[in-house]
């Protein structure tokens, strides 16, 4: 069965305190694999599209990787406004390009 | 620039009722999808959409039904309302070229709660 797996659940840093936040997927094919964030109250906003293993993108104070099995979303001395959830999805390969499945999500929270 | 615009933001509904969630979109995307968001479980595929006139089921669609006669519109239809369609509905929409799947546009949600 296709699955993808957030950790931690939650994750409370202090402000500049660096850390990683990781996804792990259990999929016949990836086609791509996509990191939001999403503020209480509102939809999720893309942060970035990962395709083949070795890639790497970067927005800011995030950095996000792709290996095989799994992609890390690493967030450099962050600031309390990077508080949020963040959101992994994959696009499956044998299915179209709107059938993306999302993970659980990690709560983070960035204390001043 | 609308973006995504869901109505209504919110709804309560009783058992048994039915009712539609608009999504209307002003980007020319050829994908939409409708998820939904509980506590702890994620946003699920409900159904979704390559083109106008296309439509198809994703990882929970019963008691849910789906059209989509024009590219902007993406009406999701709850047929009979039950307790366990309380949840966070969200709609989607991202645009395709050579090959290359663009990230979604979310709209704000509608918080449906069924009594």
């Known amino acids: 069965e296709d699955q993808v797996t957030q950790s931690p659940e939650a994750l409370r840093l202090q402000e500049g305190e660096s850390s990683s936040l990781n996804c792990s997927y259990t999929v016949s094919g990836l086609r791509g694999l996509f990191w939001y964030r999403q503020d209480p109250g509102k939809g999720p906003e893309f942060l970035f599209t990962l395709y083949s293993a070795g890639e790497e993108k970067e927005k800011e104070r995030l950095k996000a990787t792709l290996t095989k099995k799994e992609s890390f979303l690493h967030i450099t001395a962050p600031k309390p406004e990077d508080s949020a959830t963040y959101l992994c999805?994959?696009?499956?390969?044998?299915?179209?390009?709107?059938?993306?499945?999302f993970g659980s999500g990690t709560r983070l929270s960035i204390r001043p | 620039n609308a973006g995504v615009t869901q109505t209504p933001k919110f709804q309560v509904l009783k058992t048994g009722q039915s009712m539609t969630l608009q999504c209307a979109q002003d980007?020319?995307?050829?994908?939409m999808s409708w998820y939904r968001q509980d506590p702890g479980m994620g946003l699920r595929l409900i159904h979704y959409?390559?083109?106008?006139?296309?439509?198809d089921q994703g990882e929970v669609p019963n008691g849910y039904n789906v059209s989509r006669s024009t590219t902007e519109d993406f009406p999701l239809r709850l047929l009979s309302a039950a307790p366990s369609q309380t949840s966070v509905y969200f709609c989607?929409?991202?645009?395709?070229?050579?090959?290359?799947?663009?990230?979604?546009?979310f709209g704000s949600g509608t918080r449906l709660t069924v009594v």
């Open positions: 999805a994959v696009r499956l390969s044998y299915s179209s390009a709107s059938k993306i499945i």
């Open positions: 959409s390559v083109g106008a006139g296309i439509t």
């Open positions: 989607a929409s991202s645009r395709q070229e050579d090959g290359t799947n663009y990230g979604y546009t």
């Open positions: 980007m020319n995307h050829e994908y």
